[in-house]
């Protein structure tokens, strides 16, 4: 689809066409940024590049979700606000010139259907997407965890938005029936079997993010608070990572009651992650669902960043026969939530949560069934 609209637009073949996948978090929600741990995996929805080289130093890029063309110069690379949506290519290809990677310029074309503003990671799948076309374009064969911070510098330096490092990474490096564990420390990571008789179940509330940006930033203030007030009391804690629950009970007088709630739900998300992947590599799909299910109301009551569409989501998916866990996904305030069930009783799942979603709230939910898919790394 993007090749030929390539060859339409610009009248000749691309050279290159690459694929970078959106996510889903299966558990390890807000814990990135806090040097904890996450269960991501890429979905089979993405965001394809096709383009090819020019001789002179002009990009010109045209995206087909916006059906709308800009184009700018390697040598003048600055944030366009009319062309907004073109801010994370801009973002990437000036962090890689000012790494000393020489580009030339190039026609792109871009589009897929990865929903924006839904939680899934668009603009991840724009930056590694980008990344990724200007690495094999040129033949510039990036390391790919410097593939992922960059596209990760893109979102936070460029663009502003002060993401953590999951959803950059898990497009770039997710595998086909796969999640990824991935420890945000250090960046070490495995790939984890999905079993093929479950489904990854993503309804997506309809509910943009409103309060996302704002909210997302009021937590990381609070986490490095959190932080520096435990380690007040003479405990060794460089990041939420380092904390034991017992070091709450130690610090539960220092800390404020909003400050060691949203410490708690950081101090068990991790201690959810590590369980979770032991469970999913013994095969124990109903104790992986229990702790989709607790993440949720921690994420609802301790961390607070649920929202009304998204609890109701998720506890009518519980009620459902063959859910295993449900839970939100992503930043919250809006967007998706992720099921896991069992595969004969995926398609009976989705209808139902729509239809108590609708009979809730009188609102439409869109439900994907998704197959754990390759990064745009992979291969
Ligand atoms: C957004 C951010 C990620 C992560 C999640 C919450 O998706 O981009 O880095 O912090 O929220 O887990």
Redesign the pocket.
Known sequence: MTEQSFQKIFGAPAEVVVRAPGRV?LI??????NDGF?LPAAIDRAITFAGRRRSDRTVRVHSLDFQASTEFSLDDLQKDKEHSWSNYLRGVTKFLEEDGHRLTGADVVFGGDVPREA?L?SS?AVEVGTTAFWDRLLGLKLDPVYVVRLSRRA?NEFVG?P?????QFISALGRRDHALFLDCRDLSYRHVPLRSDVKILVCNSGVKRALAQSE?EVRLKQCRQAVAQIASTGLAVGSLRDVEPADLETAHDTLSEILLRRARHVVSENARVLEAVRVLEEGDLDRFGELMNASHESLRDDYEVSSKELDVLVETAWKQPGVLGARMT???FGGCTVNLVRAEAAEAAAEAIKKGYQEALGLKAEVYICQASDGALAG
């Not at 993401?163 to 959803?167: N, V």
Request: net charge negative; proline share 0%; with cysteine.
């Open positions: 978090n390890g929600e807000h814990t990135d940024y996450v939680g990671s991840a979102e938005v993401c953590g490092i999951m959803d997302y992503g930043a919250g």
